[in-house]
């Protein structure tokens, strides 16, 4: 990014912070969820506006959902953050063929750390699980013992390092690692850094030379899960945190990507204002027919 269009983007991150500490007084933020039937032709184009609204209750948050499906049924894995303890753990929810919720949600990931970003992905006919856990600066490895409820810590991917949603995809042979990182001067919500290895469950990662591959605060941060579309094209949905943290979702065609080389363009973007008048968007995945997103409202502040 060419220091002219940092400065502008710092300028408006700093606008945005005033303009939200008098907007935002006296009430604070919660992560819903969104989710539809849709075919894959709509990943490209993802129409929150039409998804279904799934509210949590006041006192915790929904975000960063996967799907999964298993035997006909389908379940969302969400980072579930409970206000009064300023941590989040794992849990799942069951949705019926009419999106709603089967019971409550099950935390299945609890630890003594804040988990969020369960990105799901199968191997060799097992699922796994790497939710983010950059608060121990490690990216730590699950796998189902039982779905959906039973997870099993198998290793730690990369260690000594605090990166957050790591998003994994196989690409021309390689498995890569897409993930954003505090490093020097670098901020989470503007850095894109990637490792790639040649199996998932590696612990041998390598850094991409190129490291930050995006630093800009309107597209860096991953956002869900990397796929292709009908044409083939690569595209990995990422954060727009100009405004604020998940203001708006990007999905962004990765043209270049090998161990010294990458290159995207951005072809698609929906803000939280533009989808519903929400705070933020920022969040997507897709999963055998439903897509779930997540956004941001403002409830009061004594909702808990």
């Not at 005033?18 to 992560?31: I, K, L, T, V």
């Not at 533009?274 to 956004?295: I, N, S, T």
Request: charged fraction near 25%; include cysteine.
């Amino acid at each position: 990014m060419n220091p002219f269009r940092r400065w502008l983007q710092n300028r408006a991150r700093r606008a945005g912070k005033a303009a939200d500490r008098a907007e935002e007084q006296g009430r604070r933020h919660q992560w819903f969820l969104l989710a539809g039937w849709r075919d894959q032709t709509e990943r490209c184009h993802p129409q929150a506006q039409t998804l279904q609204r799934i509210f949590p209750p006041d006192e915790v948050f929904w975000a960063d959902p996967f799907a999964w499906s298993q035997h006909g049924r389908y379940y969302v894995f969400v980072e579930e953050f409970v206000f009064a303890t300023g941590r989040a753990h794992i849990s799942v929810i069951e949705l019926d063929s009419h999106l709603q919720p089967v019971g409550a949600p099950v935390p299945v990931v609890v630890e003594p750390r804040h988990l969020s970003y369960p990105f799901l992905f199968e191997f060799d006919g097992q699922l796994y699980m790497v939710p983010e856990t950059s608060g121990t600066s490690s990216v730590d490895l699950y796998r189902c013992a039982e779905f959906p409820l039973r997870w099993q810590f198998v290793r730690t991917l990369i260690a000594g390092r605090a990166l957050a949603d790591a998003t994994l995809f196989e690409h021309d042979g390689r498995w890569w690692l897409f993930c954003t990182a505090k490093q020097g001067k670098l901020r989470m919500n503007e850095t894109l850094f990637a490792f790639h290895a040649d199996s998932p469950l590696s612990d041998q990662w390598s850094a991409h030379p190129a490291n930050p591959l995006v630093r800009d605060y309107s597209c860096a941060r991953p956002a869900g899960r990397v796929f292709r579309d009908a044409s083939g094209r690569l595209l990995r949905p990422s954060q727009d945190c100009v405004r604020r943290y998940g203001h708006a979702l990007n999905l962004s065609e990765i043209t270049t990507l090998t161990p010294r080389r990458f290159r995207e363009r951005r072809v698609w973007r929906m803000s939280g204002e533009e989808a519903g008048g929400w705070r933020g968007l920022h969040h997507m995945d897709w999963h055998d027919g439903l897509l779930v997103m997540d956004a941001l409202r403002l409830l009061p502040g004594d909702a808990a």
